[in-house]
């Protein structure tokens, strides 16, 4: 049971965080700022990754497992378990967040800025760029180390610094899917759970064609 109290854990601290700054800087007139949330999400994830990756490898996002277990990273029949303890842990914070801050209307929901389709194309990109990072630093499907926390906290600040005005920069289903139910705001939520899959894979895809076998071996 570690690996999936870790994982609830871990969700939950970064979706409760990073939204919780989204939140808060919605209900004070954008005192967080946009900065302040870009740095709140890279730190919170570089954190959790620090916390929980040698326990539970650290995913804190569906299409990171799934990615794993494609690359033969990660056991099949732990990604249903992993998905619905990353769903519960974003849930939890998102219905907390609900509590404290009543008077938000959004609780750091992502809705795009454009077109839905070229923010489909940015989602994929996102998450392509994150998981390629996450697979090349990672142990295994453990994200561990060092650099791991660094470079893929390093990563979620860069692109939520530069995307967040879009589309809220999210690579990640449950960090869409959790304010969506609060805030009953579900506008185009069908790319926010198609596009960070499709990345994630993309990104083991490339990842095989420059490390062949020794991208995808079984070391979990």
Known sequence: MKKYISEFLGTFAMIFCGTGAMTINEVTGGEVTHVGIAITWGFIVMAMIYAFG????AHFNPAVTVAFAYAKKFNWK???KYITVQVLGALTASVLLWVLFPSSEFYGATIPSFEAWRAFVLELLLTFFLMLTIINVSTGSKEVGVMAGIAIGGV????AMFAGPMTKASMNPVRSLAP?????H????????TAPFLGA???V???RFVKGNECCTTNC
């Open 54 to 57: 040698e326990t539970s490898g």
């Open 78 to 80: 732990e990604v249903p």
């Open 156 to 159: 979620v600040l860069l692109e």
């Open 180 to 184: 969506a139910i609060v805030s009953g």
């Open 186 to 193: 579900f506008e185009h939520l069908w790319l926010y759970l």
């Open 201 to 203: 894979l993309l990104a």
């Open 205 to 207: 895809v490339s990842c």
